[in-house]
């Protein structure tokens, strides 16, 4: 059974960086997507970018292009998304999220979500 | 980007009911398109993939239908359990994947 365990919560200063760990278990980590998507609250999902974990490059959102950095360590089997230069906009619950098997970009298994608060 | 726009943004319905809500893509996608249900507090999960698939232990009252830049979720009989958000995304060609902005299914 594919788990995805998340860090947890974050409250951050704006202008600071915030990473977020996935952790993945259950079967093969370096094969398929791990993406993150974000949720600010009672808004709607959106992806940031993602990473094959054996092929090491990461693809990206352009409204995120420079402050965000998707990275894979396959010795942990956890992703990790960092994002800086934080701004209160950034409040959102974001989430990781893997591919189903055979079907890119389509999120079968997903993280329990971390909640990341920008306040000053 | 691939812009998709669900319709109704929200909707009363009984149990029981038939619940259809629909999703427009920018461009044709083909059927390269997902339905994931969200409930209050929880991650999505996926319903339906390639347009038209039903995800393993997704109950067989809920169908997706469409090709090109329509699409429609189908719930046929309205249960309990069914009241959430319900957003489409496109994964047509190459990133960015975009979700609609979600249609939030409320007892009437």
């Known amino acids: 059974q594919v788990q995805l365990v998340q860090s947890g919560a974050e409250v951050k200063k704006p202008g600071s960086s915030v990473k977020v760990s996935c952790k993945a278990s259950?079967?093969?980590?370096?094969?398929?997507?791990i993406s993150w998507v974000r949720q600010a609250p009672g808004q709607g999902l959106e992806w940031m970018g993602g990473i094959i974990p054996i092929f090491g490059a990461a693809n990206y959102a352009q409204k995120f292009q420079g402050r965000v950095t998707i990275t894979a360590d396959e010795s942990a089997t956890t992703a990790y998304l960092e994002l800086s230069s934080l701004r209160s906009e950034d409040t959102a619950v974001y989430y990781c999220a893997r591919d189903r098997r055979g079907v890119g970009a389509t999120f079968e298994y997903w993280g329990q979500g971390t909640l990341v608060t920008v306040s000053s | 980007d691939i812009q998709m726009t669900q319709s109704p943004s929200s909707l009363s319905a009984s149990v029981g009911d038939r619940v259809t809500i629909n999703c427009r893509a920018s461009k044709s996608i083909s059927t390269d398109l997902n339905w994931y249900q969200q409930k209050p507090g929880k991650a999505p999960k996926l319903l339906i993939y390639?347009?038209?698939s039903l995800q393993s232990g997704v109950p067989s009252r809920f169908s997706g239908s469409g090709s090109g830049t329509d699409f429609t979720l189908t719930i046929s009989s309205l249960q309990p359990e069914d009241f959430a958000t319900y957003y489409c995304?496109?994964?047509?060609?190459?990133?960015?994947?975009?979700f609609g902005q979600g249609t939030k299914v409320e007892i009437k």
């Open positions: 995304q496109q994964s047509y060609n190459t990133p960015p994947w975009t």
């Open positions: 390639a347009a038209s």
């Open positions: 259950g079967d093969t980590f370096n094969i398929y997507t």
